[in-house]
């Protein structure tokens, strides 16, 4: 099972990013798909959610209006196309697959190896 994130970047403020999760050899499908971040020195936040069944979505107060998760089937990928960035949103992004629709880290059970996104203003 393995989770490839990619699309991170440096960018400008006011400009946009499209992270890319990437999913292989799951044996069933995932139930939730979430977008995760971290910057330095500070927790890692749950920022966007997408529920695989239901096509649930979530999104974070610091995100919602300008960052959009979506699923494409074909790809087995989840994308999050981040928009207006501003340097606060810089931090490196991790997506994560789990059997939950949750905000909660722990209850993730696989994890993309991160991306990098740096926001200049």
């Known amino acids: 099972v393995q989770l490839q994130a990619s699309g991170g970047g440096l960018v400008q403020a006011g400009g946009s990013l499209r992270l890319s999760c990437a999913a292989s050899g799951f044996t069933a499908d995932y139930n939730a798909i979430d977008w995760f971040r971290q910057a330095p020195g500070k927790d890692r936040e749950a920022i966007s959610c997408f529920g695989s069944s239901n096509r649930n979505t979530y999104y974070a107060d610091s995100v919602k209006g300008r960052f959009t998760i979506f699923r494409d089937n074909a790809k087995n990928t989840v994308f999050l196309q981040m928009n207006s960035l501003n340097p606060e949103d810089t931090a490196v992004y991790y997506c994560?697959?789990?059997?939950?629709?949750?905000?909660?880290?722990?209850?993730?059970?696989?994890w993309g190896q991160g991306t990098q996104v740096t926001v200049s203003s």
């Open positions: 994560a697959a789990g059997n939950r629709f949750t905000v909660v880290a722990a209850h993730y059970d696989y």
